[in-house]
């Protein structure tokens, strides 16, 4: 089975910080990028970082690459793709998501509708 598993959410403090994590399993080929997505309570689902297979680059949307607060990563022996979120801020909460791209990179990752694979998601709640 074809599936993407995030973990590694929870309730954490503002000025925090936490590394999801996203596995992926039961795939033939490899995606050619992977991408994190976040939903904020109220608001559209919207692309944070995703990282291209094989040469690893890493993209960030207008938001995070200003405040710089986020890395994305990955190990391609566990099959993990990882973000880790820095100096957590309230408007950080939602739900994280990441998702499977298995066409070449576009420009446009940041845009949900090119990725066939979703993981279900993990709740990041950043609260006083």
């Known amino acids: 089975q074809v599936q993407l598993v995030e973990s590694g959410g929870g309730l954490l403090q503002p000025g925090g910080s936490l590394r999801l994590s996203c596995t992926a399993s039961?795939?033939?080929?490899?995606?050619?990028?992977i991408a994190w997505f976040r939903q904020a309570p109220g608001k559209e689902r919207e692309g944070v970082s995703a990282?291209?297979?094989?040469?690893?680059?890493?993209?960030?949307a207008d938001f995070a690459f200003a405040e710089g607060r986020f890395t994305i990563s990955r190990d391609n022996v566990k099959n993990t793709v990882y973000l880790q979120i820095d100096s957590l801020k309230l408007e950080d909460t939602g739900v994280y998501y990441c998702?499977?791209?298995?066409?070449?990179?576009?420009?446009?990752?940041?845009?949900?509708?090119?990725?066939?694979?979703w993981g279900q998601g993990t709740q990041v709640t950043v609260s006083p």
């Open positions: 039961g795939f033939t080929a490899a995606p050619y990028t």
């Open positions: 998702a499977a791209d298995f066409y070449p990179f576009s420009a446009r990752w940041y845009s949900e509708g090119g990725y066939e694979i």
């Open positions: 990282v291209t297979n094989p040469d690893g680059r890493a993209f960030y």
